[in-house]
């Protein structure tokens, strides 16, 4: 591959990144509302501090069935930029039931890349950009799992 064409394909991987949200029709991405405010321990400091949770009201009904919480949850991190202290969202699922002896095991779920725009977080997705038979699997087989945005 010539240099010029290198370089075309290299802007057409950050114009699809840029101009999208992982190919998702988005026309079925709601306009973000808050959900019902979920109590949480909120009272630590630092990176990984729980800053918010509410609940997700506009999922799969196959979803919302197969699990006993469905929150999007903000909390405290660290720029990878600069190391300054930043907010971030994301998602989180428990299975149905009683947790078992020693609590649940958890699945740390990454997404493929959804864009960069705000509104392309999976959280603002009824269909978590296509994630949802992923985080139902894993659900149905005992995990709680957790998504960023």
Do not use: K
């Not at 019902?36 to 949770?53: D, N």
């Not at 919480?69 to 300054?84: C, E, H, K, M």
């Not at 705000?118 to 087989?141: E, I, Q, Y």
Request: charged share 10%; glycine share 14%; aromatic share 6%.
């Amino acid at each position: 591959m010539t240099r010029v064409g290198a370089y075309a394909a290299a802007l057409a991987c950050v114009v699809a990144l840029v101009s999208g949200c992982g190919g998702e029709d988005r026309s079925a991405v709601r306009p973000r509302s808050p959900g019902q405010p979920l109590p949480g321990a909120f009272s630590g400091s630092g990176p990984g501090t729980l800053l918010a949770a509410e609940a997700l009201y506009y999922l799969p009904p196959e979803l919302r069935a197969g699990t006993s919480l469905a929150a999007r949850i903000t909390y405290a991190s660290t720029s990878g930029v600069n190391d300054s202290h930043t907010s971030v969202t994301g998602t989180v699922f428990v299975p149905l039931g009683a947790p078992p002896r020693g609590g649940w095991r958890i699945v740390a779920l990454g997404h493929p890349v959804t864009g960069i725009d705000p509104g392309c977080a999976p959280s603002d997705s009824p269909t978590l950009l296509g994630a949802v038979p992923d985080v139902l699997a894993l659900v149905a087989a005992g995990y709680m799992v957790v998504m960023t945005d």
